[in-house]
């Protein structure tokens, strides 16, 4: 069940906000944090990015950047708003991921940022195979999100967070097995990078 506290941080941009940098500095900084998904990857100013779950435009704000050609596409109304607000440069979709309104072969790179750990597990499997269906071959999903902690420090601050933040779908997601889920899905190379103590994956599925 949601706290008092979750349904806050989404009301207040910044609440939200500090949440997001304070936990950010795990790993240096906000602008690392937004941008370790896709570091080094090759991106031209005319590569399709789909800004998957992109919330407010926090990493959207990144990625146009370096590409002419990004969509932001989020479920909630206010998200979207707040996102066309702070990043014009990209153009914005208000859809659920699990149901993606594009056509197959679309996308150059689908990107994803601390979203999936709130989805159930039915629903994050409809949404790996969507993010393979707009994929063009050769394409790259790359995504940031919570894993179990390696470093049992890292615990300390993870599960205070779960559970005034988080739902039980973030407990879940520490549990399962994303590389699996995509390589089951059909992604040819799956490469997973750890940071924080093991307390954040990045991920990135080769179609």
Same mark, same amino acid.
């Given at each position: 069940? !949601?706290? %008092? /506290?979750?349904?806050?941080? +989404?009301?207040?941009?910044?609440? +939200?906000?500090?949440?997001?940098?304070?936990?950010?500095?795990?790993?240096?900084?906000?602008?690392?944090?937004?941008?370790?998904? =896709?570091?080094?990857? &090759?991106?031209?100013?005319?590569?399709?990015?789909? #800004? /998957? *779950?992109?919330?407010?435009?926090?990493?959207? &704000? +990144?990625?146009?950047? !370096?590409?002419?050609?990004?969509?932001?596409? #989020?479920?909630? @109304?206010?998200?979207?708003?707040?996102?066309?607000?702070?990043?014009?440069?990209?153009? +914005?979709?208000?859809?659920?991921?699990?149901?993606?309104?594009?056509?197959?072969?679309?996308?150059?790179?689908?990107?994803?940022?601390?979203?999936?750990? &709130?989805?159930?597990?039915?629903?994050?499997?409809?949404?790996?195979?969507?993010? %393979?269906?707009?994929?063009? @071959?050769? $394409?790259? =999903?790359?995504? !940031?999100?919570?894993?179990?902690?390696?470093?049992?420090?890292?615990?300390? $601050?993870?599960? @205070?967070? =779960?559970?005034?933040?988080?739902?039980?779908? !973030?407990?879940?997601?520490? &549990?399962?097995? /994303?590389? $699996?889920?995509?390589?089951?899905? $059909?992604?040819?190379? *799956?490469?997973?990078?750890?940071?924080?103590?093991?307390?954040?994956?990045?991920?990135?599925?080769?179609?």
């Amino acid at each position: 069940m !949601a706290t %008092f /506290l979750r349904e806050l941080s +989404y009301r207040h941009q910044w609440l +939200y906000d500090s949440i997001s940098r304070t936990a950010a500095l795990s790993v240096g900084g906000e602008d690392r944090f937004r941008t370790l998904a =896709f570091k080094d990857l &090759e991106i031209h100013v005319d590569t399709a990015i789909l #800004d /998957l *779950c992109c919330g407010s435009g926090q990493t959207t &704000e +990144y990625l146009v950047r !370096a590409s002419d050609a990004v969509i932001g596409l #989020d479920a909630s @109304p206010r998200s979207i708003e707040r996102a066309q607000a702070n990043v014009p440069q990209a153009q +914005y979709v208000q859809a659920f991921a699990q149901d993606l309104p594009f056509e197959d072969n679309h996308f150059d790179l689908v990107h994803t940022s601390a979203a999936l750990h &709130e989805m159930t597990p039915d629903t994050l499997n409809r949404i790996i195979w969507e993010v %393979f269906r707009v994929l063009k @071959p050769g $394409g790259i =999903f790359a995504l !940031a999100d919570f894993h179990k902690p390696t470093n049992l420090a890292f615990w300390l $601050g993870l599960a @205070p967070f =779960f559970w005034l933040f988080e739902t039980e779908t !973030a407990w879940q997601f520490v &549990e399962i097995d /994303l590389l $699996g889920l995509l390589s089951a899905v $059909g992604f040819q190379r *799956c490469d997973r990078q750890l940071h924080a103590g093991g307390s954040l994956q990045i991920i990135r599925g080769h179609k």
